[in-house]
């Protein structure tokens, strides 16, 4: 089992059953070695090991860290480092390469992940050690509603790897490229076009439910 929504690790391709990704390459190789089928099952990140320890599942392989915590649960067997990152939105200029310029902001991390111990385990007692405000967590179900609130202005950042760099934009280049339309005029036109003026913005947006609001 998995939870089929953490690339390059494993996400669903386009059919939106096949599972795509280093670690179905993996599993699917290892399978072969060992004479078997592999079927994998994608769930909440938060049910792999327990999934596992419970005996529904023969095993779960879903970038999980190794931990003394959770060995005390289950058998990893270890195949790759593992290194985060901070990810932000490019307008953020407020943080930096220093830590430090983290503390007192709001991150996101996905239940059940251990970008919150890095949180509580090793940035938040380096803010406490210099006089700074604590890191505010906010857990939710998935990396896609991570992203989502980092989008929408509700978190300040996210732990992640390098590769959430490559999915993560979508919106943003979404935007961009109306940005030229409604630079350009052609938003406008097409908007003339078909008589919608009452519902144009007066910018385009992300999440502007959330974000700008209407007054």
């Known amino acids: 089992m998995t939870d089929a929504h953490y690339p390059p690790c494993e996400v ?3 059919d939106n059953k096949t ?3 280093f670690e179905p390459d993996l599993w699917n190789a290892m399978g072969k070695v060992l004479g078997v089928e592999i079927k994998p099952v994608s769930i909440d990140f938060a049910g792999l090991i327990p999934g596992v320890k419970s005996g529904r599942y023969d ?23 593992a290194t985060n990152e901070v990810y932000t939105l490019a307008d953020n200029k407020s ?34 050690k210099n006089g ?31 590769e959430i760099k490559k999915v993560a934009p ?10 030229v339309l409604w630079r350009n005029g052609e938003y406008e036109l097409i908007m003339h076009k078909w008589d919608l003026q009452p519902v144009m913005l007066e910018q385009p ?3 502007l439910f959330s974000t700008r609001p209407m007054k």
């Not at 991150?107 to 111990?117: I, L, N, R, S």
């Not at 979508?170 to 940005?179: D, E, F, H, M, S």
């Open 12 to 14: 669903f391709a386009e």
């Open 19 to 21: 599972m795509i990704g």
């Open 59 to 81: 095993m779960a392989m879903e970038c999980i860290s190794d931990s003394a915590e959770r060995e005390q649960q289950v058998s990893f067997v270890n195949y790759a480092y």
């Open 95 to 128: 943080i930096t390469t220093d830590p430090l310029t983290l503390c007192g902001l709001k991150v996101g991390v996905q239940a059940g992940t251990d970008f919150e111990h890095a949180v509580t385990d090793i940035l938040n007692p380096n803010c406490s």
């Open 132 to 162: 700074k405000a604590a890191i505010a967590v906010t857990r939710l179900h998935s990396a896609d509603a991570v992203l989502l609130a980092l989008y929408a202005g509700r978190i300040d950042f996210v732990l992640n790897a390098a």
């Open 170 to 179: 979508r919106p943003q280049a979404l935007l961009g490229a109306l940005n």
């Open 205 to 207: 947006g992300i999440n």
